[in-house]
């Protein structure tokens, strides 16, 4: 289902030149959607980079912890073919542990959906698009709570507050060639 919605979200989010100028500028743009109780955003921003290097990057799940804002911990269940099976840790108060199914397309897409939460629905994905001096990334997340815990619309608000934040993180650790290490990670 995430994937449909993400096509149709980006048929509707075209990327033009002038928002390409601006990416490239170091900005980046972002988009808020409600999809009945669910709650989503999505982020795109430039990374000078190549796509390969970014999706090989962002693939590698067993490093997310050192890049990724509010992620503490990860644990990989199983891996079958191109999906793997993820518990998340946080450390944010209010953000329980799930675990997510995380399906690999090389160099096109990321994409994920709850397996195991206390929340009704999760499904995001990173979508990668070249271009000639570096790769446009756009980081998709639509959460319903189910009203369990915390509202939906205060979970995708956390997630909100979290873009600078992301945007900086990940252009640093892909710039970096993955070296990059958030100064609040502690294994």
Same mark, same amino acid.
Request: some cysteine; overall charge positive.
């Given at each position: ?5 993400? @096509? ?9 030149? *002038?928002?390409?100028?601006?990416? $490239?500028?170091?900005?980046?743009? #972002? ?5 009945? =109780?669910?709650?989503? @955003?999505?982020?795109? %921003?430039?990374?000078?980079?190549? /796509? ?7 693939? =590698? +799940?067993?490093? @997310? ?11 990989? /269940?199983?891996?079958?073919?191109? #999906? ?9 108060? /209010?953000?329980?542990? %799930? ?5 690999? $397309?090389? =160099?096109?897409?990321?994409?994920? *959906? ?10 995001? *994905? ?9 790769? !446009?990334?756009? &980081?998709?997340?639509?959460?319903? #709570?189910?009203? +369990?815990? !915390? ?7 956390? $997630? ?15 710039? *970096? ?7 609040? &990670?502690?294994?």
């Amino acid at each position: 289902m995430i994937a449909l919605l993400a @096509m149709v979200a980006a048929a509707r989010w075209p990327l033009g030149s *002038s928002d390409v100028a601006s990416l $490239e500028k170091g900005g980046y743009e #972002t988009r808020d959607f409600q999809d009945g =109780d669910a709650r989503g @955003m999505s982020v795109r %921003f430039f990374v000078k980079a190549p /796509l390969h290097e970014c999706y090989d990057i962002l693939a =590698d +799940v067993k490093d @997310m912890p050192q890049y990724m804002p509010g992620l503490n911990r990860i644990r990989v /269940l199983s891996a079958t073919g191109d #999906t793997k099976i993820l518990q998340y840790h946080s450390g944010i108060p /209010l953000i329980p542990d %799930f675990v997510l199914a995380r399906h690999f $397309e090389p =160099d096109k897409s990321i994409t994920w *959906s709850k397996i195991k939460a206390p929340y009704k629905r999760i499904d995001g *994905s990173w979508r990668f698009q070249a271009l000639p001096d570096g790769t !446009v990334l756009t &980081y998709t997340a639509e959460i319903d #709570t189910g009203q +369990v815990l !915390v509202p939906s619309w205060l979970a995708i608000a956390i $997630e909100q507050q979290g873009r600078s934040q992301l945007v900086h993180n990940v252009r640093r650790r892909i710039e *970096s060639g993955g070296t990059w290490v958030r100064p609040d &990670y502690h294994k």
